[in-house]
C-alpha cells in the first residue's frame, strides 16, 4: 500500500471476478440488522455546516415530514425550530435573518432561541461540516445531548465536501447500499476497480468490512488503498481509509427520512460528508484550493449515487411487493 499511483492493464469489465457468492445476503442483512439496533439519540443529519450561514437566509428541510428551519444567530450560533409559523403558518424557510432573529415573512413575527405560542426550538449541533437536529418525536429513542460524530482528520487539515440527494425509498436502503461493498467494481467501474473484501464482519464485536480496493484516476492509473466500512449508527456508514495514499480520509454516508414513517411512498435524503486528508507536503496547496475542488468532490459523490439511489430506491420496491430475495 505504499505506491500512491499505480499503473495496470486495461481491463474488461466481463472478466472480472463475480462477487455474488461472497455478498450473501444473510451477511449483509446481519450488518444492516446490528447497524438498526445502535442508539442515534434521535439526531438527524440535515446538511452542510456552510450551507447555514450567518447573515444569510434560513435553511429549511423536512425531517421524518416535519417542517425543519435552520439559522445562526449573530453570534454565529446554530438555531433550530419548527419550520411553519406558529401565526398562520407560513413557511419559515422563506422568511428572513436580521441580527441573527428569524422574523417570518408574512406578519414580522419574530423568533429566536425561546418558545412562543407552541413554537420550540429544537436541540442543533454543529459538528464543523455538518449540521444535526435532534427531533425527539421523529426517532422515538431515548434522547441524547449529542450525536454521534464519526472520527474525522484532524480540524483544518483536510479538504471537505457535502452532497446531498433524496431518493424514494427508506434509510434501511441507503445504509444495505453501503454495507455491501461488493458491488463497486461492477456498479462504478468508472471509480472502483481490483475490489476485494479482506475480510467481511465477524459478528457484533468484529463489525468491520476491511477493503482493499483501487480509486480510478485514469483507464489505466489507480491509487490502490485498503479501507474499512463501519456503521455507527443505524442511518449512517463512515469509509475510511487505513492503509495507501489518503489516509484517516472518510466518506459519511448518512440517511436522513424526509417523510414520515407512515408514508406510502416514502423519501430519503442522502447527505454524505467527504472529508479527504493527506500526509503529502503538496496538500496544503489542496487545502488552499478547497472552494474549487468542492465542486468536483461533489460531482464525483453525485455520480456514483446516480446509481446506488437506483440500487436503494429498486430494493424498496422489491421489500415493499414483497420479491426481495432472502
Known amino acids: 500500500m505504499d505506491t500512491a499511483v499505480a499503473a495496470r492493464r486495461r481491463s474488461d469489465w466481463a472478466t472480472q471476478t463475480p462477487t455474488w457468492r461472497e455478498a450473501r445476503p444473510a451477511l449483509i442483512a446481519d450488518a444492516l440488522e446490528r447497524a438498526s439496533a445502535r442508539p442515534s439519540g434521535n439526531w438527524f443529519v440535515v446538511g452542510a455546516s456552510r450551507d447555514v450561514r450567518a447573515g444569510g437566509r434560513p435553511y429549511g428541510r423536512t425531517v421524518g415530514g416535519v417542517e425543519v428551519v435552520l439559522w445562526r444567530s449573530d453570534t454565529g450560533d446554530l438555531r433550530a425550530g419548527p419550520g411553519s409559523c406558529p401565526h398562520l403558518g407560513a413557511p419559515l424557510r422563506d422568511s428572513r435573518v436580521v441580527c441573527g432573529t428569524l422574523v417570518c415573512h408574512w406578519h414580522g413575527l419574530a423568533l429566536d432561541d425561546g418558545a412562543f405560542a407552541g413554537w420550540r426550538p429544537y436541540p442543533v449541533h454543529d459538528d464543523g461540516v455538518l449540521v444535526w437536529v435532534r427531533l425527539d418525536a421523529v426517532g422515538g429513542e431515548e434522547p441524547s445531548e449529542r450525536p454521534v460524530v464519526p472520527v474525522r482528520p484532524a480540524a483544518r487539515s483536510g479538504v471537505d465536501a457535502v452532497f446531498t440527494a433524496v431518493g424514494r425509498c427508506e ?97 430519503t435524503a442522502v447527505v454524505e460528508a467527504v472529508v479527504a486528508a493527506s500526509d503529502r507536503r503538496g496538500f496544503a496547496l489542496a487545502r488552499a484550493a478547497a472552494p474549487m475542488l468542492r465542486p468536483l468532490m461533489r460531482r464525483t459523490a453525485g455520480r456514483l449515487w446516480r446509481d446506488d439511489l437506483a440500487y436503494a430506491e429498486r430494493r424498496w420496491e422489491l421489500r415493499s411487493s414483497g420479491q426481495f430475495p432472502g
Open 171 to 267: 434509510p434501511q436502503d441507503v445504509v444495505a447500499n453501503r454495507l455491501d461493498p461488493w458491488h463497486g467494481s461492477w456498479f462504478h467501474p468508472y471509480s472502483f476497480v481490483d475490489l476485494t473484501v479482506a475480510r467481511p464482519p465477524q459478528g457484533p464485536e468484529d463489525d468491520v468490512f476491511v477493503v482493499d480496493v483501487s480509486f480510478r484516476v485514469t483507464d489505466r492509473l489507480v491509487v490502490p488503498v485498503r479501507a474499512e466500512f463501519t456503521a455507527p449508527g443505524p442511518r449512517t456508514v463512515v469509509m475510511r481509509i487505513t492503509e495507501g495514499e489518503g489516509s484517516t480520509s472518510v466518506v459519511e454516508t448518512h440517511a436522513t427520512p424526509v417523510t414520515g414513517k407512515s408514508a406510502q411512498r416514502p423519501r
